[in-house]
Every structure is written in C-alpha cells, then in structure tokens.
C-alpha cells in the first residue's frame, strides 16, 4: 500500500536535508509519494507537488518576519488546507522551528492521531528550553543531528533518536585535495539577501586593512546563488579591492578548501568550515531589533555551532557592535601568520567533528520515519 509524507523546509540548508531524506525514504519504499513545501532540490524530487517558496520564506530576524506577518500567515493557512486535503501518513518537519512549530500545535489540536515528525530539532536549548515540554505533547518522534540533544529530550518525554548530521556525508563527497593558497582568504558572507547586505560590507572593511597590513593577500568570495553573486558585485563597483576579489557561485566547500583563512556568517557555514579545517573567525549582524530581541532570549555563551559544540570560543565571534573591521583583521592576519594557531583550531575541529556521527543520517532518519509508519 502506498503511504505519502507531507514535507515542510523552509531555507536552502533544509531544502537540501529535505531532498537527502526523500531519496533515502524511496530507497526504503518505492511507492512513497511526497508533498508540502521545500526549495528547489526537493522540488526536483517530486515535481509541483513541492511548492518552492526557499526564496520567500528564507528570512532572518524578528524584524523581518513582523514585516512579512501577513505573508506567512497566509501560507500558514494553505499548509493546514493542504494537510487537511491530502490526509498524508505523516508530516515531517525540518528545522525552520518559527513556522514548523506553529505548524504542529495547529496540527496536533486538529488530530491526536496523524503523525508529526521532527527532523533537524530546532535549537530551543538555545534560546527556550521550555518549550521542550511543549514539543513533547506535540511530536510523535524527534531525530536530531547534535549528540546532547537526544538526552535533552528524551528526558521531557519525547522520545527522540540521533540520526548524526546530515552534512558529514554531504561533504565527504566534495572532498577535493586542493592545497592551500597561503595568501588567499575566503569571504562566506551567507546565504540570504539582508544577511549578505549587512555583512559583507564588514568583511570587505577588514579586508581592506588586511591589505594595508599584508600587500600580498587576496580574497575569494563565496556567493550562495546567482542572485546574491550579483549584489555582492554591485557592492564591490566602487570598491578598491575589486580587483583582488574573486566571486564564485554555490562552491563554498571548494573554496573552503584551497583559501587560507575565512571569514564566516553564523550558520551551518561554520560547521561546514569546521569539517574542511579552514581557520577562520565568526562575523554576524542583523538589524537592532533582532539583535536586542535575541540577547533576551539566548540561553547560549556562542554563537557558532563549533564554539557552542566545545563549551568554549575556539574561533573567535565578532558579533553586532563588536564586528570591527580592525579586531577582525587582526584576527585572521593571527591566523595566517601564527601556525601554532592555526594547528590548535585545526585540531579543536577534528574534535568536534568527531561527535557528529558518520555518515549516513539521512539513512538513520528514514529508516526512523519508517519504523514509526510501520506502528501504525
């Protein structure tokens, strides 16, 4: 009998999680049908029964989401109509937890029997771990990417398996042996418009000094999409360093590996840094609003996934007001000049990509979501 799963991801990082899970569930059924919404690897999966909305929905800050209230209020509604319509075998959620969790409580009132599904938990042992409670009276079943969450939140009584992190497989594909280049940097500004607007202009800054300091150094720039390739080439028009800067278009693993030193928006980027042991410091800045909102409620010392992994700043966080073009300079000329340091990070990463698990999670979590179906 033919079973079909409902699908939420709501950013580029969940889109491609999403896609590695649906190929791994069909290798487990052959007659799966999906649908919900994603972005455009998961649309190729499934066709128009994958609505794309990765570039609407992709947004950042408290900000952000207040001014596109009505937006996703709106596709808030479509989902459970959706839902409702196609009576799927379950619905799996990834990450994307300002939606996905509305999405389960509004779910979990309309039916205590339908199925709901976590996948990529969302890191509210960063900002509230109260609502763990909360998500046990929701979810059926959480799979988590991070070792400590499991504990976590099997103690709430949700029971919850650690399927390792996704990416590890991801990019033990793109390995590709490149060495070095000893005086290139990567710039990693993100993957969404507002972030690049506001932190590429930070990194070009701190590049400009590095330059001042090391005539030598030049700069790859690691764009996410062609869209974001082309405003970060409207930024660099009038810039000086324009013609030391390299954009490339959705190779951030490769460059990740032949530059010397990076600079990192916060985000999956720095785990994917951490992997291919690329020394590099931590940048970030949003609108005030979200700042202030988000100092309220971040229950975490770190930002960065590596730090937040080891308990302790193992790169260092340039943040908000303290993103300064001349601390981080300094930093990353530290980091290209000093080995000592450079091997010390170098190894803190071997570390903590260690706990992630091996490969083969988006294997461990469909065979998960399987033996939750077979229950039924």
């Known amino acids: 009998m033919s079973k079909r799963?409902?699908?939420?991801?709501?950013?580029?990082?969940?889109d491609e999680h999403g896609a590695a899970l649906m190929q791994a569930l069909r290798e487990f059924v052959f007659d799966l049908s999906f649908s919900g919404r994603g972005g455009p690897k998961m649309e190729a999966l499934a066709g128009d029964e994958i609505i794309n909305w990765s570039?609407?929905?992709a947004v950042v800050g408290l900000w952000e989401v207040v001014k596109r209230y009505g937006y996703f209020r709106e596709q808030f509604q479509i989902a459970l109509n959706e839902i409702a319509a196609i009576k799927p075998d379950a619905v799996v959620l990834i990450d994307y937890p300002g939606f996905n969790l509305r999405l389960a409580r509004a779910l979990r009132k309309k039916s205590s029997q339908l199925k709901i599904i976590y996948y990529i938990?969302?890191?509210?042992?960063?900002?509230?771990?109260?609502r763990i409670?909360?998500?046990?009276?929701l979810l059926d079943l959480m799979l988590c990417i991070f070792p400590f969450e499991a504990e976590l939140y099997n103690k709430s009584g949700l029971r919850t398996i650690f399927v390792g992190h996704p990416m590890i497989q991801n990019l033990a594909a793109l390995r590709t042996g490149e060495e070095r280049q000893s005086d290139l940097v990567g710039l990693f500004p993100g993957s969404?418009?507002?972030?690049?607007?506001?932190?590429?202009?930070?990194?070009?800054?701190?590049?400009?000094?590095?330059?001042?300091?090391?005539?030598?150094?030049?700069?790859e720039v690691a764009a996410a999409s062609d869209a974001l390739a082309l405003e970060i080439q409207k930024m660099l028009a009038t810039s000086s360093l324009r013609e030391r800067m390299r954009i490339t278009t959705g190779d951030a693993a490769?460059?990740?590996?032949?530059?010397?030193?990076?600079?990192?928006?916060?985000?999956?980027?720095t785990l994917e840094a951490a992997y291919f042991r690329l020394p590099f410091v931590l940048v970030y800045k949003v609108s005030w609003p979200t700042y202030f909102a988000a100092r309220l409620v971040l229950k975490t010392k770190y930002l960065g996934m590596p730090n937040?992994?080891?308990g302790r700043e193992i790169i260092p966080e340039f943040i908000q007001h303290e993103a300064r073009s001349d601390l981080i300079s300094k930093a990353l000329l530290k980091l290209m000049d000093d080995q000592a340091a450079r091997h010390q990070m170098t190894s803190e990463f071997d570390a903590i990509i260690a706990k992630l698990g091996e490969s083969g999670?988006?294997?461990?979590?469909a065979r998960a979501i399987m033996d939750e179906l077979a229950e039924n």
């Open 133 to 137: 409670r909360q998500m046990a009276r």
């Open 192 to 219: 969404r418009l507002r972030e690049v607007r506001k932190i590429f202009p930070i990194m070009l800054e701190a590049a400009r000094e590095m330059v001042a300091q090391r005539a030598e150094v030049c700069f």
């Open 361 to 365: 999670a988006s294997a461990k979590a």
């Open 121 to 130: 938990s969302p890191q509210v042992w960063a900002w509230n771990r109260g």
């Open 254 to 269: 490769s460059a990740m590996q032949h530059t010397f030193a990076g600079m990192v928006a916060s985000g999956t980027a």
């Open 308 to 310: 937040v992994l080891a």
């Open 55 to 57: 570039d609407a929905a």
């Open 5 to 14: 799963i409902y699908l939420v991801a709501g950013e580029a990082s969940g």
